[in-house]
């Protein structure tokens, strides 16, 4: 055990910092690959593929709290490292999973290690961050998951070119399994755990719902466009989903490059009120411009939306709670961020065996406005009274 240090570049940090991006890299090959496997081998329609897809964020929404208060009455590294390795054995079962039901079971079995296993992690970061430069540093720990982002989805699609899954899902066990051995490398600052006994209550953190709600909502459109991505590149023709999510990638590094500093200077205020108007702007440009141009344009300002948001959102929850509800609190963000795009993936998949995914991208849109107004009008008042650091 260590004391947290000031710097946020430490041999721990680098060490879950590498550990995230490698399981990130691993759940990234899925993203656009697993819906045209759903599709394609197993001959799911869009509701079913939306429904399977949810499975997996259905079962970490429900690990997730349970998660949060292990981690916080029984320490870090064990529960981290439990998840790491399950999620990775978990990608043995899609080469066996030759059913739609069977789909369903592995997805919710996977989705439990991910919830185990990104709520751990995103605690442990918090942990060895120094309170002054949080913002900052959860900026920086975002690239984590946004590189993979970039490469993740091409190489999966790439390793499918000859329509054989298989070298895919073995890719995955062997970045997991680096993964992995960044993880052993972790030395866990000293953090006082939570005494309290096993209760409902205790496995959510109140103070994090105005914060979490804001997050629900985005994360609904969010859910959508990941998911159905491949899918409207293929129904219209425009543009590619791997280059669309490495140019999403772009815009969402270059945001955590200066957005923590900005949130640990001034606060909130501004970069969330600009990461919904971003956000909002792209899927319109999304639904209504049939170009190239507008498809990856859009996908850029969605990227700079997405890169400031959740970082800030993530910082606003631990500023406002303890250190021994650290767990809670991110597992109670984290929690809802699952909900809203396994909410989102069913809701798209209906709006678009109903009206069209262009439709659906609008109502996005219109979604991401709303929850501009709630941040204005209510979550940013209640994190201003209760904020802590």
Request: aromatic share 14%; proline share 4%.
């Amino acid at each position: 055990m260590t004391k947290p240090q000031h710097a946020i570049w430490t041999k721990s940090f680098l060490s879950v910092f590498m550990a995230s991006l490698l399981i990130f890299t691993a759940f990234y090959l899925l993203l656009p690959t697993l819906p045209l496997y759903l599709v394609k081998i197993l001959n799911a329609g869009p509701v079913f593929t939306g429904i399977v897809l949810a499975a997996f964020t259905m079962a970490a929404v429900i690990i997730r709290p349970v998660t949060g208060y292990m981690i916080d009455r029984h320490g870090r590294k064990w529960i981290y490292l439990f998840g790491l390795i399950f999620f990775m054995l978990s990608f043995a079962g899609y080469m066996v999973a030759y059913t739609l039901a069977l789909m369903l079971l592995l997805r919710m079995i996977h989705g439990l290690f991910w919830g185990i296993t990104t709520t751990a992690g995103s605690t442990i970061v918090v942990d060895l961050l120094p309170p002054h430069r949080r913002g900052e540093g959860l900026g920086y720990f975002g690239l984590a998951s946004t590189i993979p982002m970039a490469i993740g989805p091409m190489l999966g699609l790439y390793l499918i070119s000859g329509e054989n899954y298989n070298p895919m899902f073995v890719a995955a066990i062997c970045i997991c399994i680096l993964g992995i051995a960044f993880a052993l490398g972790i030395r866990y600052p000293d953090i006082p755990l939570h005494t309290t006994r096993f209760s409902f209550k205790n496995l959510f953190e109140v103070s994090s719902l105005p914060v979490a709600l804001i997050l629900f909502i985005n994360m609904i459109t969010y859910g959508g466009v990941v998911t159905f991505i491949s899918l409207y590149v293929k129904e219209t023709g425009i543009g590619d989903a791997g280059i669309f999510f490495l140019v999403y990638a772009v815009g969402i590094t270059l945001a955590r490059l200066f957005s923590g500093k900005v949130f640990d200077r001034e606060g909130p205020l501004r970069l969330s009120t600009a990461a919904f108007l971003m956000i909002s702007l792209g899927f319109l440009g999304l639904s209504l411009i049939h170009s190239p141009a507008g498809f990856f344009g859009s996908a850029f300002i969605m990227g700079l939306g997405g890169g400031v948001l959740f970082p800030s959102c993530q910082a606003m929850v631990n500023n406002m709670v303890e250190p021994g509800r650290r767990g809670a609190a991110n597992s109670t963000l984290f929690t809802v961020l699952d909900l809203g795009i396994g909410v989102g993936m069913i809701l798209t998949g209906y709006l678009a065996g109903f009206s069209g995914l262009e439709t659906a991208f609008l109502v996005c849109s219109a979604l991401n406005g709303i929850a501009l107004v709630l941040f204005l009008v209510f979550t940013h008042t209640y994190y201003q009274r209760h904020k802590l650091f």
